[in-house]
């Protein structure tokens, strides 16, 4: 009798440890309160990793363990030293499907299904030329992805400019930064970092155009008195590619022959934004979007938060140059050919858009009042150091006392844009 008992005991314990197979690895899942996204509990869209013998599990910073054995797999959910709540997991066919219980931010027990998958298998990058042939003026969590994309994958493509035309002066969208887009980067989940490297970003005609008035939020009333009689318009623009210049046309005066050199940058890049909002591309936040900052541009590395799975990825607005603060309302607007590259850093998020260049480090911030975006882009600088060189915050002080810079990117769009920057090699005089 005793044999027998130990035998069924190992069966089941073999049947208990298969089905934990079964259900062990990474999902990328979907968990739906009512049949919807919630915004007040502890999981949303996010990679729940089960352990391989299924005696528990994490999700972001939450934490589960198996609590019953037998058909499925029942997890209890732990936040800290708080109980969240629980999920009970099956397989159907390929996908995980369950139901649960969690605790939302009110400490009410709420019902929810959730569903997931596992990511798709990795293949070896590819190279993707893409032609647009739909544009938008909206980051949207709901627009249907134009492409998807793995993490190693590069795009060569073309945007319109800011008033929908394109590099043949053929109107394409309406005007107001139409974007292209959206990609959608396979794997990239909420809380993880999108990596853009921008390999090429170059004009592909030989015209901009800039509003030749400066933009009255960032003059003071007085002197806004005596432009009240002028007619604002355009000023025209001749790109030179080959001799990298731009020169400024009909200008008469002091001002005729006026060139500069060409710095080529994206005024718009940025991701879906988070709880499902819905944003005109001249918008700018935590998600990037109408960042409109002249170091976004060829060889600079972008690194965006993601809030949506696959992270949906749009990009458009180019200007032939830029200088600080985008002060008539516009850069020198044209079309461009832009090649990116796309990579994802799973489980890390500053919240905020990062910037690498080939000499410096950069954070934005982003607020309603020019102080606001300041005090937001020094805060994320320090955490961004804590973060990655593990400095302490009496280690921030004498960094940042001694080598912060500040541009100020945007001052006449929806929200002000500060970015702080730090040279290269100052970060190599401290230690990882």
């Not at 089941?12 to 739906?32: F, N, P, Y």
């Not at 921008?198 to 806004?224: F, I, K, P």
Request: charge should be negative.
């Amino acid at each position: 009798m005793k044999a027998v008992l130990l035998a069924v005991t190992a069966a089941a314990t073999l049947s208990t440890a298969a089905l934990a197979q079964d259900l062990s690895g990474t999902w990328e899942v979907a968990v739906r309160e009512a049949g919807h996204k919630n915004y007040y509990l502890p999981m949303t869209d996010g990679r729940l990793v089960i352990a391989a013998d299924g005696a528990s599990a994490r999700y972001d910073g939450l934490s589960f363990t198996r609590t019953a054995s037998g058909a499925g797999l029942r997890l209890a959910c732990r936040s800290g030293a708080r109980d969240c709540g629980f999920l009970q997991l099956t397989l159907s066919g390929d996908r995980l499907t369950g139901t649960g219980t969690l605790m939302d931010s009110d400490g009410l027990a709420r019902p929810v299904t959730i569903t997931g998958a596992h990511p798709a298998p990795r293949r070896a990058p590819r190279t993707i030329d893409y032609q647009p042939t739909e544009f938008h003026n909206v980051y949207d969590p709901t627009l249907a992805p134009v492409l998807h994309l793995q993490a190693g994958d590069t795009v060569r493509t073309r945007t319109l400019d800011s008033r929908g035309y394109d590099r043949d002066g053929t109107p394409r969208a309406p005007r107001g930064n139409p974007l292209i887009g959206p990609f959608f980067v396979d794997g990239a989940m909420p809380g993880d970092t999108l990596v853009i490297h921008l390999d090429r970003v170059r004009t592909n005609r030989d015209s901009a155009y800039q509003a030749d008035l400066v933009a009255s939020n960032a003059l003071e009333t007085g002197y806004l008195r005596g432009l009240a009689g002028l007619t604002s318009g355009f000023n025209r623009w001749r790109l030179d590619a080959a001799a990298g210049t731009a020169t400024l046309l009909d200008a008469t005066g002091k001002m005729s022959g006026y060139t500069i050199k060409l710095s080529p940058m994206l005024g718009c890049i940025g991701v879906a934004p988070p709880r499902d909002e819905v944003l005109g591309s001249g918008h700018i936040g935590a998600f990037g979007g109408n960042m409109d900052y002249n170091e976004v541009r060829e060889g600079t590395t972008l690194y965006l938060p993601v809030f949506q799975p696959g992270a949906l990825l749009s990009l458009g607005d180019g200007h032939a140059e830029q200088g600080d603060g985008e002060l008539p309302g516009q850069g020198l607007e044209t079309s461009m050919d832009v090649t990116f590259r796309v990579e994802v850093i799973p489980a890390r998020s500053l919240g905020q858009p990062r910037l690498e260049s080939a000499d410096a480090m950069m954070v934005m911030g982003t607020g309603g009042t020019l102080d606001a975006a300041m005090r937001s882009a020094t805060t994320q600088m320090s955490r961004w150091l804590q973060q990655e060189y593990g400095l302490t915050p009496h280690d921030v002080s004498p960094l940042l006392g001694t080598a912060m810079q500040y541009q100020i990117a945007e001052v006449v769009d929806s929200e002000f844009n500060v970015v702080a920057k730090v040279s290269k090699e100052t970060l190599a005089k401290i230690g990882k």
